[in-house]
């Protein structure tokens, strides 16, 4: 089972998440973060198991963007090997080469239909599931 943290601060774009996975028949423990500096918190404070995490993390959000806490978690000894996936609505290139040079496992933009977005999370889902996680 996998402990996914969602680091996104639009509740319409969490509950997009949430249904997706109800949907999917995702059962994965979702856990929920405002912004990258709650995301450290839940990550640091054991609210998120340390096993088999994963993290889905939107860029643009307010206090700590996804950037800046890709930045404070991959300097983190504890917390650098933690696998993120990008989720976001940003079609940016700079954004994308900023995310890859924190060396995230993959960089993926939210469609806007809501078939499409289910069937993505299926696929993200079914991916992790089967990958041995550090």
Do not use: C
Not at 39 to 68: F, K, W, Y
Not at 78 to 83: A, I, M, Q
């Amino acid at each position: 089972m996998l402990n996914i943290l969602l680091v996104d601060d639009d509740s319409v774009d969490v509950m997009n998440v949430q249904r997706a996975f109800k949907k999917s028949n995702v059962n994965n423990a979702l856990y929920i973060a405002s912004d990258g500096q709650r995301a450290l918190e839940m990550l640091r404070d054991g609210t998120v198991p340390a096993s088999n995490r994963l993290i889905l993390l939107d860029l643009n959000m307010p206090r700590m963007n996804g950037l800046e806490f890709l930045g404070a978690l991959r300097s983190d000894p504890e917390l650098s090997t933690t696998p993120v996936v990008v989720l976001t609505t940003s079609n940016d290139d700079r954004d994308r080469v900023r995310s890859y040079a924190h060396h995230v496992a993959g960089y993926l933009v939210k469609p806007v239909t809501s078939p499409d977005f289910v069937e993505l999370m299926a696929a993200l889902n079914a991916y992790w599931t089967r990958v041995e996680m550090p």
